[in-house]
């Protein structure tokens, strides 16, 4: 009997839960002092998130999708994208937004309901957060098409999550990827739970990071709590993408801390006892402890990062919920690249009624 | 006199003519280059119908045979145009909407709108539709007015070689996703078409025979149909005007308008199934608009509502022909108040 063929997925971990290195670091980590920028971000990350969920609770933000727990995955290939490569980000990867570019008061625009957070004064090329699941994949080899044809050594990197690989754009797109050798690196974020239906009811394989297989794509499977995996994997990726090598499928493993949105109640479905064991290997404080170590990271360090974190938040909320909402006829801006007549004069009649109905608040009031 | 071509000539050169012009115009789609990668591929014969035919052997990695994977490469196209390119992607046939849908309107559709007015999305969707092939229920529909239905795109309907090649060539231009409807019973119709890329700007009407007694609104293949009712009914002195929309989104609504004002008639004549369709669409706005200048009840001349048939006389049975506008014509026209 021959094999035609046989695949196997390599699995990386630097760090264990407790921050210790289990195998040599690669060169990039050897001066731990090069990981305190990651550090800040993934920190910087967190408090964001806290910052969102909080004014969801107050009424002063959309619902909101955490990402506690993830920080390490989206710090991680966000730290070795390039300014020319561009990101497909799902909606828990704050954090390679964060380092690509896009700024804070942009992230709470866009979870507040204002399309104007979308418009990137950094980062133009990149795509805002996609809601819907899995439609951003073809986008992401439609993108990586662009560069291959014009042959300039960018990269694209299309996020998505474990529900995510059971739907066919996913599949469909790997598959272009494959076989047009399009440079995209696609990161699965397996954080356990799509909702409240857990990995295990997703999909009969032993791994995600197989699928990858049925497009010809190599694939491998990484620590995602792991900062230094993270960032060792994706930037192989990465640089093998630019050089014209093609696409590649990295699963990170990590676990959804908090709820699936501030409208979920995850209580309802899993237990205390398993998320409790979950943080205990929570990214951010196993790199703290590597740093700390390595002796590049003091108590005083920690308390600075925090108070500059929380200052840099709350000055991002400040300026979000100071900015004026958009007046009724944005509503038919964007549309169009000219608006046709008809719609013209629907946006006239809006403008008209919208007076109207001030002018009549203002008579009442 | 300009030269004569057919209506799939015409797609052909405004395509051809694109990509030469700028670059940045690919294409992509199903079995399109016809052979790439296999023997005789320069002789690629270009899809089902010929349509792309010769362009893999003109303009090489630009003409692209796509897996049969209608998400990937329509949602492929609408990334790639917003990084730059200008796809012009072929659905084969419009029925296989189902499977990309959501690429279409959820997302080519929202760009623009959704990322705050920073992303661009030319993209160009052909794809081929209408009945009269004996291509059966799957492969037969009229589907334009699902699009039309979705704010952010624009929706093409081209009745003739000439409106094809300038539509085609304004579409590619266009910065806006386009589905262009090419109706499968009109690809060997010849026309005069000059040779020169020339554009024919949307929302505006083409109308193809003036007259003072009735309107006849309608689009793609049905303006043949209502072109020769319209000279049948000539016979007996009745003056049917004919609308040809050209486009549905944008629509000129103000020639459908200006035109009932002026007859007080109205026929509108729609290959598709008459729920929620252009017909109704178009007797909506009349009545909403120009109500007062009614002299009979709009009559729409659609499609029954019923999946296309695969037996022939059925088939032919179903498509709206002739004889039905002019019945419809005439009982406007004998209406009394």
Redesign the interface.
């Given at each position: 009997m021959s094999k035609p063929a046989a695949f196997d997925i390599p699995y990386t971990r630097f760090l264990d839960p407790e921050g210790r290195a289990i195998v040599p670091v690669p060169a990039f980590a050897q001066d731990a002092s090069a990981l305190i920028p990651d550090y800040r971000a993934m920190v910087l990350t967190r408090t964001y998130d806290a910052k969102a969920i909080a004014l969801q609770r107050t009424g002063r933000l959309g619902t909101y999708a955490s990402c506690l727990g993830q920080e390490a995955v989206s710090v991680g290939f966000g730290s070795v994208m390039q300014p020319g490569d561009v990101l497909l980000p799902t909606y828990r990867e704050p954090g390679a937004q964060l380092l690509h570019g896009v700024t804070l008061v942009e992230m709470f625009l866009c979870w507040g309901g204002d399309e104007r957070g979308h418009d990137f004064a950094g980062p133009r090329e990149d795509f805002p957060v996609c809601i819907p699941v899995a439609t951003q994949a073809p986008h992401a080899t439609g993108v990586a098409l662009a560069f291959k044809l014009r042959g300039e050594a960018r990269a694209v990197v299309c996020c998505f999550g474990d529900g995510a690989t059971s739907k066919g754009d996913i599949y469909e797109a790997l598959n272009l990827a494959g076989v047009w050798q399009l440079p995209v690196l696609f990161m699965i974020t397996n954080n356990q739970w799509a909702i409240s239906v857990p990995r295990e009811a997703q999909t009969a394989t032993a791994t995600l990071a197989q699928k990858a297989f049925a497009a010809g794509i190599p694939a491998e499977q990484v620590d995602g709590n792991d900062l230094i995996a993270m960032r060792h994997a994706a930037g192989q990726a990465l640089e093998k993408a630019r050089a014209g090598g093609g696409p590649h499928v990295i699963e990170a493993l990590t676990y959804r801390l908090g709820d699936h949105t501030t409208a979920d109640d995850a209580t309802r479905y899993r237990d205390d006892e398993s998320v409790s064991r979950h943080w205990k290997e929570e990214p951010i404080a196993r790199l703290r402890r590597y740093l700390a170590d390595a002796g590049v990271w003091s108590k005083g360090d920690e308390e600075a990062l925090i108070a500059a974190c929380a200052k840099e938040v709350d000055a991002a909320a400040e300026t979000y919920l100071a900015t004026p909402p958009e007046p009724p006829e944005a509503m038919f801006d964007h549309l169009y690249a000219t608006l046709p007549p008809s719609l013209a004069k629907q946006r006239a009649a809006l403008i008209e009624e919208a007076a109207a109905l001030i002018a009549e608040a203002k008579g009442n009031g | 006199m300009a030269r004569k071509i057919t209506f799939q000539q015409a797609v052909n050169e405004a395509l051809a003519q694109e990509m030469e012009r700028d670059e940045t115009v690919?294409l992509m789609g199903e079995d399109i280059a016809g052979g790439t990668g296999g023997e005789g591929e320069m002789d690629a014969w270009g899809g089902p119908l010929g349509i792309t035919k010769g362009l893999y052997s003109k303009f090489g990695?630009?003409v692209?045979d796509?897996?049969i994977?209608e998400?990937?490469?329509?949602?492929?196209?609408?990334?790639?145009?917003?990084?730059?390119?200008r796809?012009v992607v072929e659905l084969m046939f419009i029925d296989f909407m189902g499977v990309c849908f959501?690429?279409m309107f959820?997302?080519a559709a929202k760009f623009?709108?959704?990322?705050?007015?920073?992303a661009?999305t030319p993209v160009v969707v052909r794809t081929m539709f209408g009945a009269g092939l004996r291509a059966a229920a799957q492969h037969s529909q009229c589907l334009y007015p699902v699009f039309t239905h979705i704010?952010?795109l624009?929706v093409v309907v081209p009745a003739t070689p000439y409106d094809v090649k300038g539509l085609l060539i304004q579409s590619i231009r266009?910065?806006?996703p386009v589905i262009f409807c090419e109706h499968k019973m009109l690809y060997t119709l010849e026309g005069e078409v000059p040779e020169e890329p020339y554009t024919i700007p949307?929302?505006e009407a083409n109308i193809t025979r003036e007259g003072g007694d009735v309107t006849i609104v309608t689009l793609g293949r049905m303006v043949h149909i209502a072109n020769e009712a319209a000279t049948n009914l000539a016979k007996d002195g009745i003056e049917c005007e004919v609308i040809d929309l050209r486009t549905t989104?944008?629509?000129d609504?103000?020639s459908i308008l200006e035109s009932v004002e002026s007859t007080g008639r109205l026929v509108v004549l729609d290959e598709a199934t008459p729920r929620c369709n252009i017909a109704t669409d178009i007797s909506a706005l009349v009545c909403q608009e120009a109500f007062d200048a009614l002299k009979a009840p709009i009559r729409m001349v659609t499609a029954p509502h019923v999946p296309v048939p695969f037996n022939d006389t059925l088939e032919d049975l179903y498509i709206p022909d002739a004889a039905k506008v002019e019945t419809a014509v005439r009982a406007v026209m004998e209406h009394r108040q």
């Open positions: - | 690919v990695d630009r692209m796509t897996p994977s998400s990937a490469f329509v949602g492929a196209a609408v990334g790639a145009a917003t990084a730059g390119l796809p959501d690429q959820n997302q623009r709108y959704m990322f705050g007015g920073k661009e704010p952010g624009k266009d910065n806006d949307f929302g989104s944008p629509m609504q103000d």
